[in-house]
C-alpha cells in the first residue's frame, strides 16, 4: 500500500527523524493559512508540491497547462497561487501514464537552502532475507541511474534484525558519505530513526531522495528530509490499523480496488488479453508465454490457491470492466485448488455476464476429470488448451480472429 508524501513524513517523524515544517492543505484559504505560518515563522521560501502516489511531480505537467507539480515561492501569493493552480487539476507525470491523477491536496512546507543532496532507501533484500540499509552521494537521481552509471557511490549495509541498525554501522555509513564533525552523529541517529520507521511499520520500502544538508535558520548545516516515499507492506497491514487509515482510494484503481475486496489480486495493463490464474507465478509465466506468441496481456490476476465459485465470478465481473479486453484466457493449475470449483465459477460466471468475447480455459491437476466434464457440460462454446502453449496460441488467434 503507498501512502502519500506527507503521510509518510509522519512516519518519518514519529520514529525521530528530521523532517520539513509544513502543513497539507485541501483549499486555496488552508494553502494560504498554511504559508502566512510558515513566513512568519521566519522561513524565506515556501515550497507547493502536489500530492499525488506517483513520482517525477517535479517534472510533471497539469492538463491546465501548468508545467511542475512542485514548486518553490518566494512570497505568500506566489505561494497561494501555485496551490490554487494546482488544486483540483490532473498532473501528468512519467509514472501517471497520459491519464494522469487528479491532485486534491498540497503539501506546502519550509524550503531551506540546500547544500547537498543524498539517497536513503531501507528495504528487504530478497538475495540475503536481510533488511538493507542503501545510500548515496548521489542524491536527487534515480537509483537506477545511480546503479547503472556510478554503482561504486552506492554504499550498502546489511542489518541483522534481531539487532537492528547498530549505531558503529550508521556511523560507518555516515562517513561514507562524506559527513564530518557533528554530521556523523547527526546522520547516524537519522539512519537509526529511518531504519525504526520501516521496522515498526512493517514497511516494504522507505525511500528518501533527496536527503538534504541544509542551511537552517541559524545558519548551521543541518540534515533534513527533502523528499520521502513510503510504502507499507499488505501483509503485515493487520497489525497497524493506525496505518491502514492512510489508505486513499482515490488514488487507487477502482477496478484493483474492488477486486481487494474479494481478496483477488489484480493489476490493470494496457493489453487486451485478460488473464485469470491461480498463484502469481503462474499468473507471471501466463503473461510472458501470452507476448512469447504475439499477444499483450491486459491484466495481473491471481485467484489464490483456495478461490471459490463466487470468488470466480468475482474475477470475470471485474475482468469485463476493462473496455480493452477482446479474450479471455484462464490457466488453473490444481494443486490445493480443486479444478472442478473452478470450473464450475467459470460455467457460472459465463451464464451470470452473457460472456461474448472468446473464452480459452486449460486446467491441469487436482480434479481435473471432473472439471473438465463440467465444462463440456456446460454447453457453451469454450476453447478447450490441453497445454499452458497451445492455450496461449489460440486466445492470441481468437483475438486477431
Known amino acids: 500500500m503507498n501512502i502519500h508524501e506527507f503521510q509518510a513524513k509522519q512516519l518519518l517523524a514519529r520514529a525521530g527523524v528530521v ?8 483549499t ?106 542503501m545510500a548515496s552521494t548521489e542524491g536527487g537521481v534515480e537509483i537506477e541511474e545511480v546503479a547503472a ?24 555509513l555516515a562517513v561514507a558519505l562524506g559527513l564530518r564533525g557533528d554530521l556523523i552523529a547527526a546522520a547516524a ?19 528518501i531522495n533527496p536527503l538534504g544538508l541544509v542551511t537552517a535558520l541559524d545558519g548551521k548545516a543541518r540534515l533534513m528530509v527533502i523528499d520521502a516515499k513510503v510504502s507499507l507492506e499488505d501483509n503485515g497491514l493487520f497489525r497497524h490499523e493506525d496505518l491502514q487509515n492512510l489508505r486513499d482510494l482515490a488514488e487507487e484503481s477502482p477496478i484493483e480496488t474492488e477486486a481487494s475486496h474479494h481478496d483477488l489480486n489484480y493489476i490493470k495493463l494496457e493489453g487486451n488479453i485478460a488473464c485469470l490464474v491461480n498463484g502469481a507465478g503462474l499468473a507471471m509465466a501466463t503473461m510472458d508465454i501470452i507476448k512469447h506468441y504475439g499477444g499483450n496481456p491486459a491484466n495481473f490476476l491471481d485467484v489464490g490457491g483456495g478461490a471459490t465459485k463466487e470468488q470466480v465470478t468475482a474475477a470475470f465481473k471485474i475482468i469485463l470492466k476493462d473496455p480493452n479486453v477482446r479474450a479471455i484466457l484462464v490457466n488453473i493449475f490444481g494443486g490445493i485448488m480443486d479444478c472442478d470449483v473452478i470450473a464450475q465459477g467459470i460455467v457460472a ?36 488448451g490441453r497445454s499452458m502453449a497451445e492455450a496461449a496460441q489460440q486466445v492470441v488467434a481468437a483475438v486477431a480472429a
Open 28 to 133: 486555496p484559504p488552508e494553502a494560504r493559512a498554511a504559508a502566512r505560518e510558515l513566513f512568519d515563522g521566519g522561513a524565506q521560501r515556501v515550497v507547493v508540491k502536489a500530492q499525488i502516489h506517483a513520482g517525477g511531480r517535479g517534472k510533471g505537467t497539469f492538463t491546465n497547462g501548468l508545467a511542475g507539480g512542485v514548486k518553490v515561492c518566494s512570497s505568500l501569493d506566489e505561494a497561494c497561487a501555485r496551490a490554487e493552480a494546482m488544486l483540483g487539476q490532473v498532473l501528468v507525470t512519467r509514472q501517471t501514464g497520459p491519464g494522469g491523477r487528479l491532485v486534491s491536496k498540497v503539501l506546502i512546507e519550509a524550503a531551506w537552502p540546500i547544500q547537498l543532496e543524498f539517497y536513503l532507501a531501507v528495504l528487504l533484500d530478497r538475495s540475503t532475507s536481510l533488511p538493507l540499509l
Open 149 to 172: 552509471h556510478t554503482p561504486e557511490k552506492i554504499f550498502k549495509v546489511a542489518v541483522d534484525p534481531a539487532l537492528g541498525l547498530m549505531p558503529y554501522q550508521a556511523r560507518d
Open 189 to 207: 541517529r537519522l539512519f537509526q530513526g529511518v531504519y525504526r520507521c520501516w521496522w515498526e511499520a512493517d514497511a516494504a520500502l522507505v525511500e
Open 349 to 384: 460466471a459465463v451464464k451470470e455476464t452473457d460472456l461474448t468475447l472468446p473464452l480459452v480455459v486449460r486446467l491441469e491437476g487436482n480434479n481435473v476429470e471432473a472439471g473438465n466434464l463440467t465444462l463440456a457440460a456446460s454447453g457453451l462454446t469454450i476453447i478447450r
Open 19 to 26: 523532517v520539513p515544517n509544513g502543513k497539507v492543505a485541501s
